[in-house]
């Protein structure tokens, strides 16, 4: 599939030519000079465990990967403290308020040709709440790390499920 690139100066709406910027071919605009730089977004996710289950959400029929389960996540927004994101984001989809305790895991998500990621999966302790599922999810619940609903959404959230479990499995912390 072909990157995301614009056909038009976001600027001052000239088509766009594709020339080599930095050893890439790029969209510049002619006129102003604008270069269109594809960069990957910020992904956060949320891990919170129970004993040896962890929280996994259902998502909806009607949003991307519909109907798979993955570890509740969102995107970062522009002005907005990643933590703070990782927080907000696991509330409105499972109704309850987590403490960030650590990091589990940062890798690149490639699975959507046309947005790539950066993923920061975080260790959160529920302070307060109770599993409702909200705004992308229509199911969340604590399951056994052997035996997880499938399909998941995302091949980094298998990733990140099967490190966690190898960790737990040798008496480890999950997060640093
Ligand atoms: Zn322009």
Redo the contacts with the bound molecule.
Sequence with gaps: MNPPFFSY??????P?ERVPVGGKVRPR??????VQYLNPTVGVAVVVLKGKKILLGKRAPNVSYGGTWCIPCGHLEWEEEVREAAIREFEEETGLKVKIAGIVAVHSNFHNPQQHTVGIWFSGEVMKGKPQPGDDLVEVGYFPLDNLPQPLAFPTDRRVLEEVKVRLGKGERIAH
């Design positions: 100066c976001p600027h001052c709406a000239t766009l605009c002619p006129v102003c000079g604008y």
